[in-house]
């Protein structure tokens, strides 16, 4: 790595004072200061003085663009059309147990963009009206795995699996915080039943809801950043894009070479349910139903 890609993975991490970064990298001050200023003329950080002695660089937000996605093959397009932004945007992913711990990043300005249930994103938007879906992603990724035909049923809270969930009066529901726990908890026969999504609904033989409402969208407080209308061009277009094999497969790969480390075993999962996965071409503008 040299030291620009260094610098760049550093203020990912956020603002960051001139001398503490040159401290981080290993460098001089006047040798960083260099740099820095290139940097700064290509458009890929901004400083700003605050005092005689302090310089706060940061990442410039134009040209940047933080995701968050849950642990759901539903979010491949989502992959795609990142991989596909010109090379001026710098992006990083990250992969949550919940969407709830990933709306909060949002809200708080650690996330640019979020991937998830519609339904948490409403409650969200409730909380700041800043934080709106604007696209839709999804539907039909979700069902019903289960033993017996009564009992405890697990599922997670403000998702649209948490609504069907309730339809289902034979049961009792019992929350969970992320897909893993739901998964440990049926396996140890702690619950009867469980609301799963996919790519695990296939690979432990689930039965699949019939429900053909939208279940996930794209949720943003930077509607107008330059990066994300960027963004969501290229993610239209990979939404038809995973209608064809070939464009699931490089989805997959795409997956596996970025994310790998923290997603084994949900990749592994997604190349299994990927040969069956449907994706309907959805431009559905949500913020008329909002405003």
Not at 58 to 84: F, T
Not at 143 to 158: A, E, Q, S, W
Not at 245 to 274: C, G, V
Request: proline content about 2%.
């Amino acid at each position: 790595m040299n030291i620009k890609d260094r610098i760049i993975e550093t203020l990912f991490e956020g603002k960051i004072t001139q001398r503490e970064l040159s401290s981080k990298v290993g460098l001089s001050r006047s040798r960083v200061s260099e740099i820095l200023t290139e940097m700064e003329k290509n458009g890929i950080i901004t400083r700003m003085r605050v005092s005689d002695r302090t310089v706060i660089v940061s990442l410039n937000k134009d040209n940047l663009l933080r995701v968050g996605i849950l642990r759901s093959s539903e979010y491949a397009p989502v992959i795609l059309a990142l991989y596909s932004l010109p090379e001026n945007i710098l992006w990083r992913i990250k992969v949550y147990g919940n969407s709830l711990e990933a709306l909060r990043d949002l809200i708080v300005g650690d996330l640019d963009v979020v991937a998830s249930p519609v339904i948490s994103a409403f409650f969200f938007h409730l909380i700041d009206e800043n934080i709106k879906p604007v696209a839709g992603i999804a539907s039909g990724g979700s069902g019903l795995l289960k033993r017996n035909d009564r009992g405890l049923l697990g599922t997670t809270p403000l998702s649209k699996m948490e609504r069907e969930s309730r339809d289902r009066k034979n049961y009792k529901l019992v929350y969970y915080r992320d897909i893993e726990s739901i998964l440990k908890s049926y396996d140890e026969h702690k619950i009867d039943a469980a609301f799963i999504w996919e790519p695990y609904l296939t690979k432990f033989g689930g039965e699949k809801s019939a429900s053909g409402e939208v279940c996930c969208s794209i949720i943003t407080s930077r509607e107008t950043w330059s990066s994300f209308s960027i963004f969501m061009r290229e993610y239209k277009k990979s939404i038809d894009l995973m209608n064809i094999y070939s464009e699931r497969l490089k989805a997959s790969h795409l997956l596996s070479q970025d994310l790998e480390k923290q997603l084994f075993h949900f990749i592994m999962l997604l190349n299994i349910f990927l040969i069956r996965l449907f994706y309907i071409s959805l431009e559905l503008i949500l913020r008329e139903k909002i405003l």
